[in-house]
């Protein structure tokens, strides 16, 4: 069998440095533009709807292919690693999450054809 990725664990800035966060790595550049387009959605809806659809879009994305593991909890308790999960969470830490988290991506080289 070969392995393509695996779990990383994701560093984050302050305020988020004591966050701690093990997703699956971007192993697949289609994946990578994937979520770089999200972001870009989010950062360029100009409307209430628009940020709501792109972030639930991020939070869906990072959840099924991120598959992360966290340690976040609010008041009410732990915040499941799930697309209503991240509900719960601030804008700007799913935001530096995603961030994080395409960092894991590391192009291959391409090799010469013959």
Same mark, same amino acid.
């Given at each position: 069998?070969?392995?393509?990725?695996?779990?990383?664990?994701?560093?984050?800035?302050?305020?988020?440095?004591?966050?701690?966060? =093990?997703?699956?790595?971007?192993?697949?550049?289609?994946?990578?533009?994937?979520?770089?387009?999200?972001?870009?959605?989010?950062? =360029? %809806?100009?409307?209430?709807?628009?940020?709501?659809?792109?972030? =639930?879009?991020?939070?869906?994305?990072?959840?099924?292919?991120?598959?992360?593991?966290?340690?976040?909890?609010?008041?009410?308790?732990?915040?499941?690693?799930? =697309?209503?999960?991240?509900?719960?969470?601030?804008?700007?830490?799913?935001? %530096?999450?995603?961030?994080?988290?395409?960092?894991?991506?590391?192009? #291959?080289?391409?090799? #010469?054809?013959?």
């Amino acid at each position: 069998m070969f392995a393509i990725g695996g779990r990383v664990p994701l560093t984050l800035a302050a305020p988020w440095s004591a966050v701690r966060c =093990e997703v699956d790595s971007i192993d697949a550049e289609p994946v990578r533009q994937l979520v770089a387009h999200r972001v870009a959605q989010y950062l =360029e %809806a100009d409307d209430i709807g628009a940020q709501v659809a792109a972030r =639930e879009a991020l939070a869906s994305i990072l959840v099924s292919d991120g598959r992360p593991v966290w340690d976040l909890v609010t008041a009410k308790g732990p915040v499941p690693p799930t =697309e209503s999960g991240c509900l719960f969470i601030p804008t700007a830490l799913l935001l %530096a999450l995603v961030d994080a988290w395409l960092d894991t991506f590391e192009p #291959k080289p391409r090799r #010469k054809r013959a």
